[in-house]
């Protein structure tokens, strides 16, 4: 059994809540192993981490590696290789297209990242929490998905593995 240490929960719950109208930036350092977890109002949206790949060399140099890399990615709403933002345009958006949508689509006057990324901007909220570690990174992020913050639930955008 997965046991979640109590800042992780609180940071991920109830800390500082900030909103991608703004690019992902304040309170995260340029390279850092971390979770995160997104908002859409007061639903759980998805969980995530973020920081399996930094090495201890990564923090000598002067490159965004990390939490602040996958949180800009989703701030960006690309489509393209992010699966959070593949998700929102799954649940969110696609309930909401029109045939006029579509039409604009073909007619090269509107594209999927432009309405992910307005979404994104739009709506949703995230907190976060640094680890020093990501020895558990993935059972933490695992068992959150699974429901194991009893307060908050499973998260609505992700799919459970």
Not at 50 to 62: A, F, H, I, M, Q
Request: proline letters at 3%.
């Amino acid at each position: 059994m997965v046991e979640l240490p109590k800042k992780l929960i609180d940071d991920l719950t109830t800390g500082t809540l900030y909103s991608f109208s703004k690019r992902p930036d304040q309170g995260i350092p340029t390279v850092a192993i971390g979770m995160y977890t997104i908002w859409n109002g007061d639903e759980f949206a998805y969980v995530g981490i973020s920081g399996t790949n930094v090495r201890e060399e990564d923090y000598e140099k002067d490159k965004i590696k990390g939490l602040k890399q996958r949180l800009r990615a989703h701030h960006s709403g690309g489509i393209g290789g992010d699966k959070f933002c593949v998700l929102v345009f799954e649940r969110y958006i696609s309930r909401e297209i029109t045939s006029e949508d579509l039409q604009r689509m073909a007619r090269k006057e509107l594209f999927l990242r432009e309405l992910n990324r307005n979404f994104i901007r739009g709506n949703l909220t995230y907190r976060f929490t640094i680890l020093d570690s990501k020895e558990h990174l993935q059972d933490y992020e695992k068992f959150i998905k699974q429901g194991g913050i009893e307060s908050v639930g499973k998260p609505f955008l992700n799919p459970i593995d």
